[in-house]
């Protein structure tokens, strides 16, 4: 028989963690834990896209690859999906990390013009071209550590023309960095300090001419709002978030972070596609999030940095039947690029097994960003968004922390980070 020719072949993995099956719906429940694993797996990769997996011998009768990578007594699995960034801005914030060492909250921070606001100002003097650097920087970062697509926020900008650089930035970077970036908008982050006695005239500024703006220039798929007690209420999040969806972008919310605020619930009316953060989220309000299918995006990095001792309830959410994702939050005050940290951090923190985890930021982390069709999975038509870890199992993750476990990055079927 002749083999057909592919591009690439990646052959013997000593687990090749498919996720099949769950493309057109996200895991849920004990789904989580079926990472569709084959052992002694081989993948057959041609033009970008995933043609074939199964056992090496299969594989190995059917295709010749041009290219070769024997991945013997490692990983084989998607790319890390990152759907919870802040990836655009500038300056740093390491003086509010003692602040927060000596007992001073989030909140305290923020009204002392601290926090989102400091980083705001540095962000509004940085050019666009600052921006895409610092960024290029931190997506190699990320890259080297198997993440393959991020969702990156605006949000630092806070002015029309500022939150229109941000979001050029993020549309830059998709043209000159391997890693795909998903734009959301986030005029709606914090209320900017001229605004500070009048936030519903912020409110009306976004909705008059942010919104349109964003959407007449396609610079944004997502539209998000930090709703919460202080910075923007329950009436404002939601007129936001409707008004983007008549735009044509899709909602999400910061919810219940810092309060219970009954963000949850909002996130349900509205039928965000995420609700994020979800750390005071009441048991009614996940299961209104539950009954209109609204993903749970996990952030234990920002409990962890804010040195909070409550962290989301991971567990009452995947009985209760939500699908669960995890994201970094990276921010500059959770300045984290490793979605492998996260793995470790949602198993102990969170009592999440390394398969839920898993599961958590590649497949269901897809579908919090709507790309589910085309990454998180090992699947035939897929994108080659592939990564090889030295590690024998993937129980590994989540076990083993503080060092980089991943060996090689393929990203639409191109080998772009290679640590041997």
């Not at 592919?6 to 895991?27: F, H, R, Y």
């Not at 944004?220 to 008549?246: M, P, R, S, Y």
């Not at 996260?342 to 398969?355: D, E, F, G, N, S």
């Not at 999975?377 to 870890?389: F, M, N």
Request: hydrophobic share 45%; charged share 25%.
């Amino acid at each position: 028989m002749t083999k057909k020719k592919v591009d690439l072949l990646i052959t013997n993995a000593s687990e090749l963690i498919t996720l099949q099956g769950w493309s057109q719906k996200p895991a849920l429940a004990v789904q989580m834990r079926d990472l569709g694993i084959i052992r002694k797996g081989s993948i057959a990769i041609h033009n970008g896209k995933i043609v074939a997996t199964g056992k090496a011998s299969e594989i190995e009768r059917t295709f010749s690859g041009k290219e070769s990578i024997d991945a013997t007594g490692e990983v084989v699995m998607p790319g890390f999906v990152d759907p919870h960034t802040h990836l655009v801005f500038a300056g740093f914030r390491e003086d509010e990390f003692e602040m927060r060492i000596k007992g001073l909250s989030y909140m305290e921070i923020l009204q002392r013009g601290g926090g989102i606001l400091k980083s705001v100002q540095e962000t509004r003097k940085a050019s666009e071209e600052q921006l895409v650097e610092n960024c290029k920087k931190t997506l190699d970062i990320m890259l080297e550590h198997g993440t393959t697509t991020v969702e990156a926020k605006s949000g630092y900008g806070l002015t029309l023309k500022d939150e229109m650089k941000c979001l050029r930035v993020i549309q830059r970077l998709n043209k000159e960095h391997p890693v795909t970036v998903v734009p959301t908008f986030l005029g709606a982050h914090a209320i900017p300090a001229e605004y500070e006695r009048n936030a519903d005239e912020y409110v009306k500024l976004i909705i008059d001419e942010m919104i349109p703006a964003v959407a007449d220039q396609k610079l944004a798929e997502f539209c998000d709002v930090f709703c919460e007690k202080e910075v923007f209420n329950k009436d404002q999040t939601k007129q936001i978030l409707l008004h983007g969806k008549t735009h044509g972008l899709k909602p999400k919310l910061h919810a219940d972070e810092m309060t219970a605020f009954k963000g949850a619930e909002l996130a349900a009316e509205v039928e965000a596609v995420s609700a994020e953060h979800l750390l005071f989220a009441s048991i009614a309000g996940l299961k209104a999030m539950a009954k209109k299918h609204v993903n749970a995006v996990l952030l234990p990095a920002a409990a962890f940095s804010l040195m909070l001792s409550r962290y989301a309830n991971a567990r009452k959410m995947i009985e209760i039947g939500i699908a669960v994702a995890l994201g970094t939050d990276f921010n500059p005050s959770c300045w984290v690029e490793n979605q492998q940290t996260i793995i470790a951090l949602a198993c102990r923190q969170m009592k999440m097994t390394p398969a839920e985890a898993i599961t958590a930021v590649t497949i269901n982390a897809a579908h919090a960003i709507k790309r589910a069709h085309e990454i998180g999975s090992l699947e035939p038509g897929k994108k080659a968004d592939v990564i090889i870890l030295n590690i024998p199992n993937h129980k590994f993750l989540g076990y083993r922390f503080g060092t980089n476990l991943v060996n090689k990055v393929i990203k639409e079927g191109k080998l772009v980070v290679d640590r041997e």
